[in-house]
T-cell receptor, first 112, second 111 residues
Framework: RKEVEQDPGPFNVPEGATVAFNCTYS??????FFWYRQDCRKEPKLLMSVYSSGNEDGRFTAQLNRASQYISLLIRDSKLSDSATYLC?????????????FGIGTKLQVIP | NAGVTQTPKFQVLKTGQSMTLQCAQDMNHEYMSWYRQDPGMGLRLIHY???????DQGEVPNGYNVSRSTTEDFPLRLLSAAPSQTSVYFC??????????FGPGTRLTVL
């Protein structure tokens, strides 16, 4: 099983739709979680951190489910400008050792 | 602030050549990292540094060297380029390993 798994998509959704992505992780000791956005041929940029209590930023909501070991990203009222690849990131720290694992990303295409 | 800068943007090498990818940041971040991104794979950590003079290996360190003589700079050296090192390379910096700021990337082709 991969350490971090994402459905690569693409997810093709109409403008205004709500879309959700999940990302599962295998190591239950993982400690911090993030969503990054990456536009085509550009660098990843931090979208939001993910907390157990949930995290909302405008149209974006991120959730962490430790029991089932997944994180989610919900995008409401999709805009054409939301078209991008969304990467989940899982961090693990143990005894001075740190490991950052990126998922392969989920591609979102918002269509007019 | 320029943020994280990388040079060159594009590079073509022949097998066996060596080169250095440059990375600099002006945010006074202690943490800096190098990743490679290949189609169908997530970004993979090559090497990272938690401060000047301190570096450590990531997931895929073979064939690469790093050094960190200053807080600002974190160059990545390819010792003897191989076609398997054809990739997009990203440098990142952060206050901690968590929320990282990435440079624009270097697209490297090894023939």
């Amino acid at each position: 099983r991969k350490e971090v798994e994402q459905d690569p998509g693409p997810f093709n959704v109409p403008e205004g739709a709500t879309v959700a992505f999940n990302c599962t992780y295998s190591n239950s000791a993982s400690q911090s979680f993030f969503w990054y956005r990456q536009d085509c041929r550009k660098e990843p940029k931090l979208l939001m951190s993910v907390y157990s209590s949930g995290n909302e930023d405008g149209r974006f909501t991120a959730q962490l489910n430790r029991a089932s070991q997944y994180i989610s990203l919900l995008i409401r009222d999709s805009k054409l400008s939301d078209s991008a690849t969304y990467l989940c990131v899982v961090n693990l720290y143990s005894g001075g050792y740190q490991k950052v694992t990126f998922g392969i990303g989920t591609k979102l295409q918002v269509i007019p | 602030n320029a943020g994280v800068t990388q040079t060159p943007k594009f590079q073509v090498l022949k097998t066996g050549q060596s080169m250095t990818l440059q990375c600099a940041q002006d945010m006074n971040h202690e943490y800096m990292s190098w990743y490679r991104q290949d189609p169908g794979m997530g970004l993979r950590l090559i090497h990272y540094s938690v401060g000047a003079g301190i570096t450590d290996q990531g997931e895929v360190p073979n064939g690469y060297n790093v050094s960190r003589s200053t807080t600002e700079d974190f160059p990545l050296r390819l010792l003897s380029a191989a076609p398997s090192q054809t990739s997009v390379y990203f440098c990142a910096s952060s206050y901690s390993i968590d929320e990282q700021f990435f440079g624009p990337g270097t697209r490297l082709t090894v023939l």
